[in-house]
């Protein structure tokens, strides 16, 4: 591993990455030092690039039980990518975050209708269709009903509050 770590520092672009990319796909914890590194001052397609393997690094953690730092991975990439072009980024740890907690991610993409990136709230949309159970969809009404116009329209789809705020009625019930 260390071996690998020391060539992910390499001035050579090609063989730097090969050994990154590596470091991601074994997804050791020690290998986070490196790859949580993602570059300020490089090009967009540079942090675009170290992003995903730390997602991928991310991914291989929770394969091997540690949901946890998975999950504190994918946040801390929805935190620190907020442009409008990392869109993308942002969609994909926002998945990882649902693939790695479940229901338990409903927070997160309850919060993520409040982005400002419309991509990102329609990636968020997305992903709530795949989730089931009275409590979520209970949330989930209660606040398209209060998201506003704009958030009624992602992705393509129209979510008319007047269809939605019958079906909140009805949680008193």
Excluded at 140 to 154: H, N, Q, S, V, Y
Aim: glycine share 8%; net charge positive.
């Amino acid at each position: 591993m260390n071996a690998i770590a020391r060539l992910a520092e390499s001035p050579k672009p090609g063989l730097r990455d090969a050994a990154l990319g590596a470091l991601a796909e074994i997804g050791e914890p020690a290998g986070e030092a490196v790859l949580s590194r993602i570059p300020v001052a490089s090009s967009a397609g540079e942090r675009y690039r170290a992003a995903e393997r730390y997602l991928v690094f991310a991914r291989r953690r929770a394969e091997a039980g540690d949901k946890a730092r998975a999950a504190a991975v994918a946040r801390s990439i929805i935190s620190k990518f907020n442009s409008p072009s990392e869109s993308g980024i942002r969609s994909q740890a926002l998945t990882l975050l649902a693939d790695v907690l479940g229901d338990a991610a409903l927070g997160d993409l309850v919060a993520a209708v409040d982005s400002p990136d419309r991509g990102f709230r329609a990636r968020a949309l997305d992903i709530a269709r795949t989730q089931a159970g009275f409590e979520i969809t209970k949330r989930w009404l209660e606040k398209l009903t209060r998201a506003g116009p704009e958030a009624m329209r992602i992705g393509g789809r129209e979510h008319h509050v007047a269809r939605v705020q019958p079906i909140v009625a009805l949680k008193g019930a």
